[in-house]
């Protein structure tokens, strides 16, 4: 009996060698996690092919747990989250020792997402507006937060808060991207049923740096609506206009980024009237988002005289936030300068452009 | 070695006044010229031994429409002061419409730009044709001096 009994026991040590899989978020909404458990009861097929062993959403894993593992002990760990502050450095660089495949997984990981958008200002304006001047702010003291504070007689330390947010390759080596703003559920179980192959039937990986569960093309591939040639004469915010159900956003003048953004969400925001935001990042075979729309905008609007298009460029309400809503962090010029602002011209110098 | 050695004493004898001329910043303007107009004029403004500004670096596309805005991006974070877009004049484009577009899209540029804190008179279009070299050597001296009294421009990654 106990012979068996200790065979039983022993038994479930096949279970116990499963692929260990790590997932953590550093600076991010929590929308990546919630994507993962959007695939539904696959979790369940996720948890029989994998031993997860940190999940700070969703289980009780400690940072000290994943410090006392062995370097390349975790298989696969899904990284999500942009880096803003000491303790996301921190934690990149441990998960990336630890992991044997780190994966910058949804698109602050990959390219800055949200959080980078502070890139377009700077610490002191995020930090002016946060803790002294936004209307729901109660702070009479004018109290900051500190790297180091002493609260009844212990010492408290928090994070020190960057200047400028950067992606996850910025900071440590990334094997694999899986973009979006969260990933889609059906493509992050076509990720993650990749990997069980692998693991399971000892495919090749992928080449290194390869973006993982999105497309090869733009959203503009995928989009059910019909497009015409395009020619705008002005821009409308979404709320301005009531869209055509069928014809190109672009077409009728809305702010979509489909044309520089990578395909794979199925264009779920076009298919229900909402322009494309940019979220699967850039497209294959581009360097820069921002610069990509720039160049698909000038060649449609509609006009040759620089101060109609002047004009016309007035509905573009924030060149920045609407071309690099989601990349920032990867852009071409960087941050916003801070050091040493220049004044920068309310109106472009038009007159030295007609002449 | 030999040509160190002749070489040394002529920087020498200028080095007194021209240190400072040495070491001083110099802009670093790139421009991107078409084909068909820009080039040419810039051509005939050396050919006509027209003082242009050395500052300025000559990049030839094919038409000022295939000036992406990656290349003018791309210039700046490289380490440009300013960059030149030049085409053929409006209407006169070797590929019909290709200069309306570089306007269009200098003329978003200029607004990221601004988002960016950068100040858009960094980036200059103009419209230079085949025979204005005289043209090209104004647009050049005086974007150098614009570039220069803006100071470098120092992008923070």
Same mark, same amino acid.
């Given at each position: 009996?106990?012979?068996?009994?200790?065979?039983?026991?022993?038994?479930?040590?096949?279970?116990?060698?499963?692929?260990?899989?790590?997932?953590?978020?550093?600076?991010?909404?929590?929308?990546?996690?919630?994507?993962?458990?959007?695939?539904?009861?696959?979790?369940?097929?996720?948890?029989?092919?994998?031993?997860?062993?940190?999940?700070?959403?969703?289980?009780?894993?400690?940072?000290?747990?994943?410090?006392?593992?062995?370097?390349?002990?975790?298989?696969?760990?899904?990284?999500?989250?942009?880096?803003?502050?000491?303790?996301?450095?921190?934690?990149?660089?441990?998960?990336?020792?630890?992991?044997?495949?780190?994966?910058?997984?949804?698109?602050?990981?990959?390219?800055?997402?949200?959080?980078?958008?502070?890139?377009?200002?700077?610490?002191?304006?995020?930090?002016?507006?946060?803790?002294?001047?936004?209307?729901?702010?109660?702070?009479?003291?004018?109290?900051?937060?500190?790297?180091?504070?002493?609260?009844?007689?212990?010492?408290?330390?928090?994070?020190?808060?960057?200047?400028?947010?950067?992606?996850?390759?910025?900071?440590?080596?990334?094997?694999?991207?899986?973009?979006?703003?969260?990933?889609?559920?059906?493509?992050?179980?076509?990720?993650?049923?990749?990997?069980?192959?692998?693991?399971?039937?000892?495919?090749?990986?992928?080449?290194?740096?390869?973006?993982?569960?999105?497309?090869?093309?733009?959203?503009?591939?995928?989009?059910?609506?019909?497009?015409?040639?395009?020619?705008?004469?002005?821009?409308?915010?979404?709320?301005?206009?009531?869209?055509?159900?069928?014809?190109?956003?672009?077409?009728?003048?809305?702010?979509?980024?489909?044309?520089?953004?990578?395909?794979?969400?199925?264009?779920?925001?076009?298919?229900?009237?909402?322009?494309?935001?940019?979220?699967?990042?850039?497209?294959?075979?581009?360097?820069?988002?921002?610069?990509?729309?720039?160049?698909?905008?000038?060649?449609?609007?509609?006009?040759?005289?620089?101060?109609?298009?002047?004009?016309?460029?007035?509905?573009?309400?924030?060149?920045?936030?609407?071309?690099?809503?989601?990349?920032?962090?990867?852009?071409?010029?960087?941050?916003?300068?801070?050091?040493?602002?220049?004044?920068?011209?309310?109106?472009?110098?038009?007159?030295?452009?007609?002449? | 070695?030999?040509?160190?050695?002749?070489?040394?004493?002529?920087?020498?004898?200028?080095?007194?006044?021209?240190?400072?001329?040495?070491?001083?910043?110099?802009?670093?303007?790139?421009?991107?010229?078409?084909?068909?107009?820009?080039?040419?004029?810039?051509?005939?403004?050396?050919?006509?031994?027209?003082?242009?500004?050395?500052?300025?670096?000559?990049?030839?596309?094919?038409?000022?429409?295939?000036?992406?805005?990656?290349?003018?991006?791309?210039?700046?974070?490289?380490?440009?002061?300013?960059?030149?877009?030049?085409?053929?004049?409006? !209407? @006169?484009?070797?590929?019909?419409?290709? *200069?309306?577009? %570089?306007?269009?899209?200098?003329? +978003?540029?200029?607004?990221? #730009?601004?988002?960016?804190?950068?100040?858009?008179?960094?980036?200059?279009?103009?419209?230079?044709?085949?025979?204005? !070299? @005289?043209?090209?050597?104004?647009?050049? *001296?005086?974007? %150098?001096?614009?570039?220069?009294? +803006?100071?470098?421009?120092? #992008?923070?990654?």
């Amino acid at each position: 009996m106990s012979e068996s009994a200790e065979k039983q026991s022993s038994d479930p040590a096949p279970a116990a060698a499963k692929p260990k899989l790590a997932l953590y978020w550093a600076a991010s909404c929590g929308g990546c996690e919630i994507a993962v458990l959007d695939i539904e009861e696959k979790i369940l097929d996720v948890a029989a092919n994998f031993d997860i062993v940190f999940w700070p959403v969703a289980m009780d894993f400690k940072t000290k747990d994943v410090e006392a593992m062995e370097d390349g002990e975790i298989t696969l760990c899904l990284f999500n989250g942009a880096i803003r502050n000491d303790d996301n450095e921190y934690m990149a660089k441990l998960l990336r020792r630890k992991a044997k495949v780190l994966v910058a997984f949804g698109s602050c990981a990959c390219e800055g997402c949200i959080p980078a958008l502070s890139n377009a200002t700077s610490k002191k304006e995020t930090f002016d507006w946060v803790y002294h001047k936004s209307p729901s702010t109660d702070n009479a003291e004018g109290v900051e937060p500190q790297i180091k504070t002493k609260v009844n007689g212990f010492d408290l330390e928090l994070p020190k808060f960057w200047e400028t947010v950067r992606s996850l390759d910025q900071i440590v080596d990334v094997d694999y991207y899986v973009p979006g703003c969260p990933p889609q559920a059906h493509q992050i179980w076509a990720v993650l049923e990749t990997v069980i192959d692998i693991l399971k039937n000892g495919k090749p990986l992928p080449p290194k740096g390869t973006v993982l569960g999105a497309g090869q093309k733009t959203v503009c591939d995928e989009c059910p609506r019909t497009r015409e040639e395009k020619k705008i004469k002005k821009f409308f915010r979404p709320h301005e206009i009531i869209p055509d159900p069928d014809k190109c956003l672009l077409d009728q003048g809305i702010l979509c980024m489909g044309p520089a953004t990578r395909d794979g969400c199925d264009a779920r925001c076009p298919s229900v009237c909402m322009p494309c935001r940019g979220c699967y990042g850039l497209p294959p075979n581009s360097r820069d988002q921002g610069a990509k729309m720039i160049s698909a905008l000038a060649s449609v609007i509609d006009s040759e005289d620089p101060e109609e298009v002047d004009k016309i460029l007035d509905g573009i309400v924030d060149p920045i936030g609407s071309f690099y809503r989601f990349s920032l962090a990867k852009a071409t010029l960087g941050r916003k300068l801070t050091q040493r602002p220049e004044t920068p011209q309310a109106q472009p110098q038009l007159e030295e452009v007609a002449k | 070695m030999t040509t160190v050695t002749t070489s040394a004493p002529k920087t020498e004898t200028s080095a007194g006044a021209a240190s400072d001329k040495d070491t001083a910043w110099k802009p670093k303007i790139v421009a991107f010229l078409c084909n068909w107009c820009s080039y040419t004029g810039a051509d005939l403004a050396g050919v006509s031994r027209l003082k242009w500004s050395p500052y300025v670096r000559v990049i030839r596309v094919m038409c000022s429409g295939r000036m992406d805005p990656t290349f003018v991006l791309e210039a700046f974070r490289k380490g440009a002061d300013g960059v030149i877009v030049s085409g053929c004049h409006p !209407g @006169d484009c070797h590929y019909v419409e290709g *200069n309306y577009k %570089a306007m269009r899209r200098v003329h +978003l540029i200029r607004r990221l #730009l601004i988002d960016y804190g950068v100040d858009p008179r960094r980036l200059k279009l103009t419209w230079v044709s085949a025979s204005e !070299g @005289d043209i090209w050597a104004e647009v050049t *001296n005086e974007m %150098a001096e614009t570039i220069k009294s +803006l100071g470098p421009l120092r #992008l923070e990654k």
